[in-house]
């Protein structure tokens, strides 16, 4: 009998391999490869070959297709036309559509108004747009404890084309109804920094869209500045927004881009909990 050879100094034993397998994360490996696939056919927009399926989601056309039909029986996905591409089957909108009816937008946003404060230092606000009024509407707040802080009712309006909100609004829609907007309310003038030339105001539009966040330099109110992004729901379309105001004193210049970052990142985290996208 053959005895073994001695370990050779200095080299400890392999370790044995980690599990890495679906099963060793607590995961059905079938379950997320369906939902997988079900992400994959919606992303197309339309209707798609099993085989581009498979390739996309790294299986084999023969695994692809056994969860693709177990999907269809329960009513998930659908086979259509001539070559049999797949698309998403009306009961994923039935199951898709109860969250719709229980979310809650006070609920899900107000700890993030409440961090956001508790990172920035000042008072944050969440206003939803009200273009029958062509206004912003304060529907939520929590306030600094600075001693000196911007203080505006719930139920507070603010113009469209002269606050943060109003103007984070503004940027996400197109310019005929920017133009009937404009024509229909005007463009009042609150401080001498407030824009009331159309030109004007349009470029600071385009600048919003560039830099994703809205500013109101004293345009409301002196004394006062504000920054402010959306939030989009599942159309893609603009119906909240978030918004940071304080005094000058504390906003300044160089905190300008800090704290348009700081909402950028709340509203994108709302609008993800909303399930929505910009």
Request: charge should be neutral; charged fraction near 20%; hydrophobic fraction near 45%.
């Amino acid at each position: 009998m053959a005895t073994p050879l001695p370990a050779k100094r200095g080299k400890k034993p392999r370790a044995a391999a980690q599990p890495t397998s679906a099963a060793a994360t607590g995961q059905v490996q079938s379950l997320t490869r369906g939902l997988k696939l079900l992400e994959l056919i919606a992303e197309a927009h339309g209707s798609v070959a099993l085989t581009d399926l498979a390739q996309q989601a790294g299986l084999p056309n023969s695994t692809t297709h056994r969860l693709l039909s177990t999907m269809q029986q329960q009513g998930f996905v659908q086979q259509v036309g001539d070559l049999g591409l797949w698309t998403i089957a009306s009961h994923a909108f039935v199951v898709g559509s109860s969250f719709l009816q229980s979310r809650n937008l006070l609920a899900m946003v107000h700890p993030v108004l409440r961090r956001l404060m508790e990172d920035s230092g000042e008072t944050v606000n969440l206003a939803v747009l009200d273009l029958s009024d062509v206004q912003a509407v304060i529907i939520d707040q929590v306030q600094c404890t600075q001693l000196m802080r911007m203080s505006a009712p719930i139920g507070g309006k603010l113009p469209m084309h002269a606050s943060g909100a109003g103007k984070a609004f503004l940027a996400t829609l197109p310019e005929e109804t920017i133009n009937g907007l404009m024509h229909k309310k005007g463009l009042h003038t609150y401080t001498p920094r407030t824009l009331i030339n159309p030109g004007a105001l349009k470029e600071e539009l385009a600048h919003i869209r560039k830099q994703g966040f809205s500013f109101d330099d004293e345009e409301h109110a002196l004394g006062l500045r504000c920054v402010a992004a959306c939030i989009y729901d599942e159309h893609q379309e603009a119906f909240a927004a978030i918004s940071i105001s304080g005094p000058v004193s504390r906003i300044t210049d160089d905190r300008v881009i800090e704290l348009g970052a700081l909402v950028i990142k709340a509203a994108k985290a709302v609008t993800q909990a909303y399930g929505g996208h910009a």
